[in-house]
């Protein structure tokens, strides 16, 4: 065969080769999205009592977003913000505001998926199913994913299994087995989503952080049900939140009565090193909270 018609046959042999695989990859992509579509379509749909204590709402997972806006947003004592993944969210902790058995939401987080790429909103990876009900300003967050921190006062009996003798021993001696309780919730997502959580001392020279996945929040709430169970959340016993509250005089003006969180949230916990905020830009956020906190991060609206 003459060399220039080999050439030629080569050259064509090549562009058949690249056009086949680019098909093939766009087959396994449509595939791909598929599945996705059907992993989202295969999220239940039952409505669940809201995970906070004081509040008797049963609400939809797909109303989950407007319920957070509308009635946990602004409340007193919740920090609020957007989210992003990996981006650290601080929040700080007051035992105080915790009653027994009572479900307490620390703070409202409306999740975006990475920051700045918009097409990476848990509606539109397929994460999350739409929320619906949003008007106005609002709908920006259609496809945004409402997690709450929650934390509950319990005692360490509701390790117990046997929930009879959970209450025998509360009664008996609840008052010297004391724990705080802290878990993330969402409506339920079709990949685990993850987050760290950091508790520091008031000097930011000791800290704990744990790994923990966002919990459905249309299963099991009080933590003398899911304790037994599970492993998505932190304990904090009453020794050591005392260890953690000692501190400078309360009259000194960066007192803050409280206890240093920070929340990480991501869905692959591989792909990124996560990033811990600093002490220094921790210790300016902590002096921001609460108000300034909401508006820097959330300029929410209300339209209600
Ligand atoms: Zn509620």
Not at 138 to 154: D, T
Not at 223 to 236: K, V
Request: charged content about 25%.
């Amino acid at each position: 065969m003459p060399r220039g018609i080999s050439k030629h046959k080569q050259q064509r042999d090549e562009l058949e080769i690249n056009m086949e695989k680019k098909l093939q990859e766009a087959k396994d992509n449509e595939q791909k999205e598929i599945k996705l579509q059907a992993a989202v379509h295969g999220l239940s749909r039952v409505p669940g009592k809201c995970p906070v204590g004081r509040c008797k709402d049963v609400v939809f997972p797909s109303n989950m977003m407007v319920h957070v806006l509308h009635k946990h947003l602004h409340s007193t004592g919740i920090t609020s913000s957007e989210m992003y993944e990996h981006k650290p969210a601080v929040i700080c902790f007051d035992p105080m505001v915790c009653e027994y058995g009572v479900n307490k939401c620390l703070a409202t987080f409306l999740f975006g998926g990475v920051e700045g790429k918009p097409q990476t909103l848990p509606g539109l990876t397929y994460l999350s199913q739409h929320n619906s009900a949003l008007f106005n300003d609002n709908r920006k967050y259609e496809n945004y994913l409402p997690i709450m921190m929650m934390a509950c006062r319990s005692t360490w009996y509701a390790h117990l299994k046997d929930k009879m003798l959970e209450r025998e021993l509360v009664g008996m001696n609840g008052s010297n087995a004391g724990i705080y309780v802290f878990w993330l919730v969402a409506p339920k997502t079709t990949r685990n989503l993850y987050y760290s959580l950091t508790i520091y001392d008031r000097y930011y020279l000791n800290s704990r952080s744990v790994i923990r996945l966002v919990r459905d929040y249309a299963s099991y709430q009080n933590p003398s049900d899911f304790i037994p169970m599970e492993q998505n959340y932190l304990l904090l016993r009453d020794s050591e939140v005392n260890e953690l509250m000692l501190g400078p005089n309360p009259k000194d003006k960066q007192f803050r009565p409280g206890i240093p969180m920070e929340i990480i949230i991501y869905e692959n916990p591989t792909e990124t090193p996560v990033q811990r905020i600093g002490k220094k830009k921790l210790q300016e956020a902590l002096e921001q909270l609460p108000d300034d906190y909401i508006r820097k991060y959330a300029p929410l609206s209300g339209d209600w």
